[in-house]
């Protein structure tokens, strides 16, 4: 079979291997239960020099995914609080500083569907309004249930609520099966291009698998790295460089 330009095969391999260190530092974070590995890999894989990497303290493997050698001077992580409007509005702001500079750097931030958060369409909408460089990958494995919290009046960051906020503003939101490391890296491509030659912000919305403690992991056989890997043995690609 051919090797698809825009997916190479050696960019395959690279995210195989990106997405097994993403299983193992999820498994150390005991307060995450999705199979976050595929957005995490498939997303974080996209970053080049210069860029940022929005992570909550909490968020152990997402805090940790700035490739090596993107050191503080070229680029790196925001740890920044947990709420999603402190670490939102410091993410926009990072971006307007890159915007400022004349880099094509971006801040990717990451998110969970749920969080019941004030100032989150403050700091999109002044993203947008200002063509930043900035991408929300927020993971939903909410299966469309509000939680108890978000039934209340705080502003909450569901996908009702987002595709209401983002019709109303223009802003990109992509929905993609977050646990297929391939659609997440092809609609991350598309949102990072646009990003870096002036196109603004975008939100991938990766819908994963509800987990409930019936049921705490999904089948293997569509775990995300073992969907990954079926994928390349279809193609004849090996795991090894």
Same mark, same amino acid.
């Given at each position: ?36 590995? !595929?957005?995490? *890999? !498939? ?49 926009? !702001? *990072? ?17 969970? *569907? ?51 906020? !983002? ?75």
């Amino acid at each position: 079979m051919s090797e698809n330009p825009l997916l190479p095969h050696r960019k395959l391999r690279e995210l195989h291997s990106l997405m097994m260190r993403c299983r193992e530092l999820e498994r150390k974070d005991k307060s995450r239960s999705s199979a976050r590995e !595929a957005l995490l *890999a !498939a997303t974080a894989i996209h970053l080049l020099p210069g860029d940022l990497l929005s992570a909550t303290v909490p968020d152990l493997a997402a805090g940790q995914l700035a490739p090596e050698g993107k050191k503080p001077s070229k680029g790196g992580t925001l740890v920044t609080p947990a709420g999603l409007s402190e670490r939102l509005g410091v993410g926009a !702001a *990072a971006a307007r500083g890159l915007q400022a500079a004349g880099t094509d750097g971006l801040v990717l931030s990451f998110a969970q *569907a749920g969080s019941v958060e004030s100032g989150w369409q403050e700091a999109l909408d002044w993203a947008q309004q200002s063509q930043l460089p900035l991408i929300l990958a927020c993971a939903d494995a909410t299966g469309g249930v509000p939680s108890q919290s978000a039934k209340r009046s705080e502003p909450t960051m569901d996908y009702a609520s987002m595709s209401r906020f !983002a019709k109303r503003i223009k802003l990109p939101i992509l929905t993609v099966d977050g646990e297929d490391a391939v659609a997440v890296y092809r609609v991350m491509q598309e949102s990072v291009l646009r990003a870096r030659f002036g196109g603004g912000p975008a939100v991938l919305w990766a819908v994963m698998t509800p987990l409930t403690a019936a049921s705490p992991r999904p089948p293997r056989s569509s775990q995300p790295i073992v969907r990954l890997e079926s994928y390349m043995k279809a193609r004849n690609i090996p795991l090894g460089r």
